[in-house]
């Protein structure tokens, strides 16, 4: 008995400690797709995604995150919410906003985590000063023929999809920007042609043939957690990882992640 429990308390933490080391796995992953609402004067639309960061410091996985979307050479970089939950690191996710802005526009909406802590003015401020974009249930143009829409929280019940997308013009090519994919439940979403979400964490934990046992999102398949989705009305959905983590620091099989997406007007 003793060899048993001292077995099991071994590999009890080794998977701890694996999940603690996955949580600092950052990787970049990249989608492509098409979309003939692109304006053909230009080859394509590159965006970085993040969402999820949770940040506490400045630290060695938020520099990793910035390189990240420096890489990637986006057009626009795209924030989908809990960027931090506690107003002391205020400054540090500051820093981050400034370094993104740093490489290129920046839009941004508010998370559970921005609502629940009353930051999501504070935040806004910050980003609007340093010249990005905070949207709350409204749209921005982004050059010829490209809107980016954002909702206030939908988990929260803040999000407003029709008021978000109701300036947007029928034939412009529409990204929409919303902490969780519940937001598609809103019949209004079919007018956009993509939309970014978070949340999920894409359940952080994870396992073989099974997935993830807890989506952390109230009306969506499973299936939409994580990864890129094309939805019945033809819109696609990409729900990220996110880059931090919540309740615990692990992660097991669904390491945290920056997402570079490319949208071209035809097939390369």
Request: net charge positive; proline share 5%; charged share 20%.
């Amino acid at each position: 008995m003793e060899w048993l429990w001292l077995g099991s308390s071994l590999v009890g933490i080794g998977l701890l400690g694996y999940g603690v080391w996955e949580s600092y796995r950052l990787r970049l992953v990249s989608y492509e797709l098409t979309n003939d609402k692109l304006p053909s004067s230009r080859n394509d639309l590159r965006i970085a995604h993040l969402s999820d960061l949770h940040m506490k410091r400045f630290g060695l996985k938020e520099r990793c995150a910035v390189q990240l979307v420096a890489e990637c050479q986006p057009h626009l970089i795209a924030l989908t919410g809990d960027l931090t939950a506690w107003r002391n690191a205020l400054p540090a996710a500051e820093k981050f906003l400034q370094a993104l802005c740093a490489i290129a526009p920046v839009f941004a909406v508010e998370g559970n985590a921005e609502v629940c802590n009353q930051l999501t003015e504070t935040l806004a401020a910050a980003l609007n000063r340093l010249g990005g974009r905070w949207l709350r249930n409204e749209a921005a143009p982004f050059g010829e023929g490209i809107w980016v829409a954002g909702t206030d929280d939908p988990h929260r019940y803040r999000a407003d999809a029709e008021r978000a997308l109701r300036d947007v013009p029928e034939n412009a090519f529409c990204l929409l920007l919303s902490h969780s994919p519940d937001i598609i439940v809103q019949p209004t979403v079919r007018r956009a042609d993509l939309i970014l979400c978070g949340h999920t964490h894409g359940g952080q934990v994870r396992f073989p043939f099974i997935g993830a046992l807890y989506k952390r999102a109230r009306y969506i398949q499973r299936r939409l957690a994580w990864g890129k989705h094309a939805l019945r009305n033809g819109a696609t959905l990409i729900t990220t990882s996110g880059v931090g983590t919540t309740r615990l620091p692990v992660r097991f099989l669904c390491p945290p992640e920056v997402v570079n997406i490319i949208v071209r007007s035809q097939p390369s």
